[in-house]
């Protein structure tokens, strides 16, 4: 800090040791789970940023749901209950296929399924660097998130938590170029990874033979293979198959359900590492 | 050590500064704007080791280029070795570029930036998949841009403070 400090080579060595510094966090980032606990202490110091940065989001939420007429509450409150009749009645069906299911399953010997706790989030933050697909999330390590998590909104798969702080965490969305998830096609069970590439609305599948039974508009699944993902979930409908001779592949668009860039309450399924237990048995 | 520091503590404007500078970081843009992002964390690195070159240095830009990292959910140090860099470069041609007229520096700002954006974007090539094409390098252009009206206001929040 003293004047002494600002002439002369001295600067380079302050150089040199943060860059040896930066070197050795980012290996020991890589390599041991450790350091989980340095960016979650590091990261509460952060917090208020991003808490300050929700505040005209929230406030225009608030006043989305303050700041209206009673006719429109009413109007969305009988919709609404039309809707949770609609849902009782396929549950009241599902508590039947359940219990066949069950039976078929038992005839069959398979294990049974696990059933899925959610805990519900809200997305209180957007990543703020353009060429990534990461939203953060208002649930973190106190609330038992713990990183490969999968993150759902109404609609489908939207991704995985990357990131644990200890207030919030940080989601990859199936469209980043960085992600990939396996799936099934809901119709045939042919298997196949969507991989995100870059844009909010579409994914590829890879390695897709020119031959294989995939049609527009089927709907894609989570296969629980890889066992980062629970069974069934749906993720993406295909929107465009391309068969080019040249390519070794069929070259398959898909959209993602999940509404990537509007959903605000998203779910996190809980229990998911038990679930994968299940599988694997 | 107390005999160098001529003026008050210099803890709280530079710690206002980057704490606004982390909340444009982090604010939502519609996704036009987003690529043009101004980097501001950085330009406030550049202005205070420009300026406060004996009370502000490498170790400093280190440690807030470390929280940027945390901010942005990037591998622990990356974006601080191009911090401590940034802070290393001006500190070493500070004498010179202080006597310089705002649009001038605002080249050199160009180039700064430009580095550390270049550094960054190839870091985190080593790791995982980035965007191919130039376009990470758009802010450099919009930090240059801007460097005039950030100088400014953090030479009034200096003297606000008397911080010298």
């Given at each position: 800090?003293?004047?002494?400090?600002?002439?002369?080579?001295?600067?380079?060595?302050?150089?040199?040791?943060?860059?040896?510094?930066?070197?050795?966090?980012?290996?020991?980032?890589?390599?041991?789970?450790?350091?989980?606990?340095?960016?979650?202490?590091?990261?509460?110091?952060?917090?208020?940023?991003?808490?300050?940065?929700?505040?005209?989001?929230?406030?225009?939420?608030?006043?989305?749901?303050?700041?209206?007429?009673?006719?429109?509450?009413?109007?969305?409150n009988e919709s609404l209950k039309i809707q949770l009749l609609v849902l009782h009645r396929k549950t009241q069906e599902l508590a039947v296929i359940q219990a066949?299911?069950?039976?078929?399953?038992?005839?069959?010997?398979?294990?049974?399924?696990?059933?899925?706790?959610?805990?519900?989030?809200?997305?209180?933050?957007?990543?703020?660097?353009?060429?990534?697909?990461?939203?953060?999330?208002?649930?973190?390590?106190?609330?038992?998130?713990?990183?490969?998590?999968?993150?759902?909104?109404a609609?489908?798969?939207?991704?995985?938590?990357?990131?644990?702080?200890?207030?919030?965490?940080?989601?990859?969305?199936?469209?980043?170029?960085?992600?990939?998830?396996?799936?099934?096609?809901?119709?045939?069970?042919?298997?196949?990874?969507?991989?995100?590439?870059?844009?909010?609305?579409?994914?590829?599948?890879?390695?897709?033979?020119?031959?294989?039974?995939?049609?527009?508009?089927?709907?894609?699944?989570?296969?629980?293979?890889?066992?980062?993902?629970?069974?069934?979930?749906?993720?993406?409908?295909?929107?465009?198959?391309?068969?080019?001779?040249?390519?070794?592949?069929?070259?398959?668009?898909?959209?993602?359900?999940?509404?990537?860039?509007?959903?605000?309450?998203?779910?996190?399924?809980?229990?998911?590492?038990?679930?994968?237990?299940?599988?694997?048995? | 050590?107390?005999?160098?520091?001529?003026?008050?503590?210099?803890?709280?404007?530079?710690?206002?500064?980057?704490?606004?500078?982390?909340?444009?970081?982090?604010?939502?843009?519609?996704?036009?704007?987003?690529?043009?992002?101004?980097?501001?964390?950085?330009?406030?690195?550049?202005?205070?080791?420009?300026?406060?070159?004996?009370?502000?240095?490498?170790?400093?830009?280190?440690?807030?280029?470390?929280?940027?990292?945390?901010?942005?959910?990037?591998?622990?140090?990356?974006?601080?070795?191009?911090?401590?860099?940034?802070?290393?470069?001006?500190?070493?041609?500070?004498?010179?570029?202080?006597?310089?007229?705002?649009?001038?520096?605002?080249?050199?700002?160009?180039?700064?930036?430009?580095?550390?954006?270049?550094?960054?974007?190839?870091?985190?090539?080593?790791?995982?998949?980035?965007?191919?094409?130039?376009?990470?390098?758009?802010?450099?252009?919009?930090?240059?841009?801007?460097?005039?009206?950030?100088?400014?206001?953090?030479?009034?929040?200096?003297?606000?403070?008397?911080?010298?």
């Amino acid at each position: 800090m003293s004047s002494i400090f600002s002439q002369g080579p001295v600067h380079g060595y302050r150089l040199a040791l943060a860059v040896l510094l930066s070197i050795a966090l980012m290996a020991g980032d890589i390599r041991y789970s450790q350091f989980n606990y340095l960016r979650q202490y590091l990261g509460f110091a952060i917090t208020p940023v991003i808490l300050i940065v929700s505040i005209p989001s929230r406030i225009s939420e608030w006043s989305d749901s303050t700041l209206v007429p009673r006719e429109q509450l009413l109007r969305e409150n009988e919709s609404l209950k039309i809707q949770l009749l609609v849902l009782h009645r396929k549950t009241q069906e599902l508590a039947v296929i359940q219990a066949e299911n069950k039976r078929l399953r038992e005839l069959v010997n398979a294990s049974e399924r696990v059933g899925k706790d959610i805990l519900a989030a809200q997305l209180i933050g957007l990543d703020s660097d353009a060429f990534t697909h990461q939203v953060i999330i208002n649930k973190g390590k106190d609330d038992g998130v713990f990183i490969g998590q999968p993150v759902l909104d109404a609609k489908g798969l939207m991704g995985q938590i990357v990131k644990v702080d200890k207030l919030t965490s940080r989601v990859l969305l199936v469209a980043d170029a960085n992600h990939a998830v396996p799936v099934q096609v809901n119709r045939n069970g042919v298997r196949a990874i969507a991989v995100g590439n870059g844009s909010l609305d579409a994914m590829e599948l890879m390695f897709v033979p020119d031959t294989a039974d995939i049609i527009l508009g089927d709907l894609l699944v989570t296969s629980g293979l890889g066992n980062k993902f629970p069974e069934g979930y749906p993720v993406a409908t295909v929107e465009a198959i391309e068969h080019d001779p040249g390519e070794h592949f069929a070259k398959v668009i898909v959209k993602p359900l999940a509404e990537l860039n509007r959903s605000r309450h998203v779910l996190l399924v809980t229990n998911s590492k038990d679930f994968l237990g299940a599988v694997n048995e | 050590m107390s005999k160098y520091h001529t003026g008050p503590s210099a803890i709280l404007p530079v710690f206002l500064s980057f704490f606004v500078a982390f909340i444009l970081t982090a604010m939502p843009l519609p996704d036009m704007l987003m690529f043009a992002r101004p980097e501001w964390v950085v330009l406030v690195v550049f202005y205070w080791t420009l300026y406060l070159p004996t009370r502000f240095g490498i170790s400093v830009a280190w440690f807030v280029g470390l929280m940027l990292d945390v901010l942005d959910g990037n591998l622990l140090g990356l974006q601080a070795i191009s911090t401590s860099g940034v802070a290393y470069i001006v500190l070493v041609i500070h004498q010179r570029l202080k006597l310089y007229p705002l649009p001038h520096q605002s080249i050199v700002v160009f180039l700064v930036v430009g580095l550390h954006l270049a550094f960054v974007h190839w870091a985190q090539g080593l790791t995982g998949i980035v965007s191919s094409g130039y376009a990470y390098l758009t802010p450099a252009i919009s930090s240059a841009a801007i460097w005039t009206v950030v100088a400014v206001l953090l030479l009034t929040l200096q003297r606000a403070f008397r911080v010298n």
